[in-house]
C-alpha cells in the first residue's frame, strides 16, 4: 500500500513530442504529489507538485495532471527539448505532523529527447 | 551552506569493513532523509529525522545500518561489515520545518557512491 508504480521505464521520444509518464499508487493518506528530475551524476532536484485538491497543474512546459478517484497522475513535458533528456520519478508523501512524512518514490522513467 | 553537502562522493571498499557517510543538510531544515538508489532503480527509502529523533527507520535493510543525526544537523550513516549487494549511491536529502498550510520541498544532495568490492 506504500507503493507508488510509474511506467514507462524508459521513453523515447522526437524533438517536439510530448512524452507522458503515469504513476499509480494505492494508499488514500497520500496527500502531496512531486515530480523530480534527476540528471546523470546529480541528485534529484523538485520538479513540479501538486495537491490532490487540484485536478491539473502547470508551470512552464510541464504539467501535472492528477485524477484522485483513479488513484494516478502523471506528467506531460511539451514542445520536450533534448535538454529534458533525464529520469524522472514521481513520489507521493502523507500530511505533516502525521507522524511520517518520508517520500514514496516511484521506480524511475528514464526520458530521452532525440534531436 | 548553498545545498545538502554528502561525503564522500565517492567511496571504494573492501567487504566486511565498516563505512560513514556523512550528510550536511542546508542551514535550518529540521528534516533530513537518506535514500539508497541502486543501479538503474528507483529510490529507496531507509531513514527519516525529525530533529534528531527518527520517527520512522523502517526502510534501513538490515542491522547492519544504522543512522544518527547531532545537533540537528550533520547526520550520518553508518554501514557495518559491508556485502557487495550495499553498493549504491546513498542520497540525502533535507527539507525545512512544514507549517500547517502546506508541504516544503525536499532538497537532494548529489548522493555518495558506494562500490563494495
Known amino acids: 500500500q506504500q507503493q507508488v508504480k510509474q511506467s514507462p521505464q524508459s521513453l523515447i521520444v522526437q524533438k517536439g513530442g510530448i512524452p507522458i509518464i503515469n504513476c499509480a499508487y494505492e494508499n488514500t493518506a497520500f496527500d502531496y504529489f512531486p515530480w523530480y528530475q534527476q540528471f546523470p551524476g546529480k541528485g534529484p532536484a523538485l520538479l513540479i507538485a501538486i495537491r490532490p485538491d487540484v485536478s491539473e497543474k502547470k508551470e512552464g512546459r510541464f504539467t501535472i495532471s492528477f485524477n484522485k478517484s483513479a488513484k494516478q497522475f502523471s506528467l506531460h513535458i511539451m514542445d520536450s527539448q533534448p535538454g529534458d533528456s533525464a529520469t524522472y520519478f514521481c513520489?507521493?508523501?502523507?500530511?505533516?505532523?502525521?507522524?511520517?512524512?518520508?517520500?514514496?518514490f516511484g521506480t524511475g522513467t528514464r526520458l530521452k529527447v532525440l534531436a | 551552506g548553498a545545498g545538502v553537502s554528502q561525503s564522500p562522493s565517492n567511496k571504494v571498499t573492501e567487504k566486511g569493513k565498516d563505512v560513514e557517510l556523512r550528510c550536511d543538510p542546508i542551514?535550518?531544515?529540521?528534516?533530513l532523509y537518506w535514500y539508497r538508489q541502486s543501479l538503474g532503480q528507483g529510490l529507496e527509502f531507509l531513514i527519516y529525522f525529525q530533529g534528531n529523533s527518527a520517527p520512522d527507520k523502517s526502510g534501513l535493510p538490515s542491522d547492519r545500518f544504522s543512522a544518527e543525526r547531532t545537533g540537528g544537523s550533520v547526520s550520518t550513516l553508518t554501514i557495518q561489515r559491508t556485502q557487495q549487494e550495499d553498493s549504491a549511491v546513498y542520497l540525502c536529502?533535507?527539507?525545512?520545518?512544514?507549517?500547517?498550510?502546506?508541504?516544503?520541498?525536499?532538497?537532494f544532495g548529489q548522493g555518495t557512491r558506494l562500490t563494495v568490492v
Open positions: 513520489a507521493a508523501s502523507t500530511a505533516p505532523f502525521s507522524g511520517t512524512y518520508k517520500y514514496i
Open positions: 536529502a533535507s527539507s525545512r520545518k512544514l507549517t500547517s498550510t502546506g508541504y516544503t520541498e525536499a532538497f
Open positions: 542551514s535550518g531544515h529540521t528534516a
